[in-house]
């Protein structure tokens, strides 16, 4: 295990609080909770039915709601995928996380978090957690310091690479170092759905661990683009979404086709409906999965998403109003590329039917579950435990503010403070340098740009800017230094 900061186990009284059934230790050891943690990727704030959908239904990720907490400010931990999930799994911002960017590895992946990382996986673990990913990883190639046998994880199956998650009938997977190839999808072959044999692995993997606590990391490649899925789940769906959108996407004969270009589509409003339809069902499997193991009483399950709706492949966000009352999609530091659906379930624990406006984000999971497993976590986090939320008792922290950069397209940043959010775009570019404030309560849309009217609000926020994060020599970024 990498060397930590106050690793300890928390007195007996602190974690009688949090887990059931908690007698001294001479007479009986606490029951660990198991942890699921589902994220799905590009899903926007407005795409599920307990959020605002209503195109189509998803009454299993509503089931968490009805049975758990909702979240209405919640936010990723930035507007694109691999940052987003490096600030989940090491409990940091964007401004401190290591992984703050899309950067390619070759032969395959992205830039792998260096080895002295603490990830949220290793903590569990050494708290006797068996460790399981499935699902789109991006954190760092097999055999390098980031690959997620390295970071904690037991197992994982999926894709390594997050460009080639793009393609739903990929040439092949990994399982921990094992390349498996997918000879359905050789050629023109489309035989091999690939989340359909990562859901299975995850359900595998659940039976196997069903007699120990485990913690279990999903992060569905669904539903971000292409939108390609079998037939049998598209039929439901066609004809129901007119006008219809097409896509003209890579072909076998394309150079780029499975390496990450995005497919052929003629009914991508059908297709996006049934992959969340798919996501859906997926989850409901899941938690009948714990019934049928007689785990549900002891699992705390956590559905998100990675980031905002997406407008590649033939997406069309717009038209399902993905986004909800936001404005933005992913790649934007609005609220519509952050704020994220999130939903709790804990039988016993959190309140069936509630509502938070707790505000939230990614960096926050770290601490709230080592909490839960009876850990202290690292002391260079940005997190704050938000489980006295869940458990509906007094003592929650809030945050200061919250920060996130997003380094392409001119480099963008955003720090919100309460009500108050700043956005600045192209922080690279002084010229064009722009600085946006609004106020969430009154302008959730953020439609009114504020920053002439709030000149001392725009200079302390805009203050925080280069104080909310460190260099990174990796992934080279020039905080906001000039207000226009």
């Known amino acids: 295990m990498k060397q930590m900061k106050s690793i300890k186990l928390m007195t007996g009284i602190s974690l009688c609080a949090v887990l059931p059934a908690c007698q001294p230790a001479a007479e009986k050891t606490p029951s660990l909770p198991n942890v699921i943690y589902m994220l799905a990727d590009d899903l926007g704030y407005g795409d599920l039915s307990c959020y605002g959908q209503t195109h189509f239904q998803t009454p299993n990720i509503d089931r968490l709601a009805r049975e758990g907490m ?12 691999a940052p987003s999930r490096s600030s989940l799994l090491t409990g940091q911002t964007t401004g401190h996380t290591p992984v703050r960017g899309n950067k390619s590895w070759e032969p395959e992946g992205q830039w792998p978090m260096p080895a002295e990382s603490v990830t949220l996986a290793e903590l569990l673990k050494e708290a006797g957690y068996a460790t399981g990913c499935f699902g789109k990883w991006g954190l760092g190639f097999t055999g390098t310091s980031g690959d997620p046998n390295s970071q904690g994880f037991d197992e994982f199956y999926g894709y390594n690479c997050q460009s080639l998650a793009h393609n739903y009938y990929p040439g092949h997977l990994w399982h921990n170092q094992d390349k498996i190839v997918l000879e359905g999808n050789a050629g023109d072959g489309f035989e091999t759905y690939a989340p359909g044999l990562i859901h ?11 007699d120990k606590p485990f913690f279990m990391y999903y992060p569905s490649p669904i539903p971000h683009a292409e939108l390609l899925l079998p037939n049998e789940e598209m039929e439901p769906f066609r004809g129901k979404y007119l006008p219809e959108k097409s896509y003209q996407g890579a072909e076998p004969s394309d150079d780029r086709f499975r390496l990450g270009a995005y497919g052929s589509q003629d009914e991508c409003h059908a297709a996006f409906a049934a992959m969340v339809s798919l996501l859906d069902r997926q989850v409901g499997e899941i938690l009948d999965k714990l019934e049928e193991l007689g785990l549900a009483e002891n699992t705390i399950v956590i559905f998100t998403s990675d980031n ?13 109003d993905s986004n909800g009352p936001l404005r933005g999609y992913k790649r934007d530091l609005y609220e519509g590329g952050i704020r994220e659906p999130m939903l709790v379930r804990w039988p016993g624990k959190v309140q069936a039917g509630s509502h938070s406006d ?37 003592g929650q922290q809030e945050h200061d503010y919250l920060y996130w950069e997003f380094h392409e397209m001119g480099g963008r940043q955003a720090i919100r403070q309460g009500n108050w959010k700043l956005v600045v775009t192209q922080v690279s570019n002084l010229e064009n340098t722009k600085v946006e404030l609004f106020d969430l309560e009154t302008d ?3 439609e009114t ?9 725009v200079e302390r926020l805009f203050g925080l800017l280069s104080q909310a994060r460190t260099p990174s020599e990796v992934f080279d970024f020039q905080a906001a230094t000039v207000i226009r």
């Open 200 to 210: 299975q692995q995850a359900l595998q993997f659940m039976e196997a661990n069903k």
């Open 449 to 457: 740009d504020l920053a002439q009217q709030e000149p001392e609000v």
């Open 70 to 81: 909702l979240f209405t400010q919640h936010y990723a931990g930035c507007t694109v995928c």
């Open 358 to 394: 707790h505000i939230s984000a990614f960096w926050d999971v770290m601490p709230t579950l080592t909490e839960l497993a009876g850990l202290e976590s690292p002391q260079n986090i940005d997190g704050i435990s938000f489980l006295p939320t869940l458990l509906g008792i007094e």
């Open 444 to 446: 959730l849309g953020e």
């Open 308 to 320: 905002g709706p997406h407008l590649e492949g033939g997406a069309d966000p717009d038209y399902f």
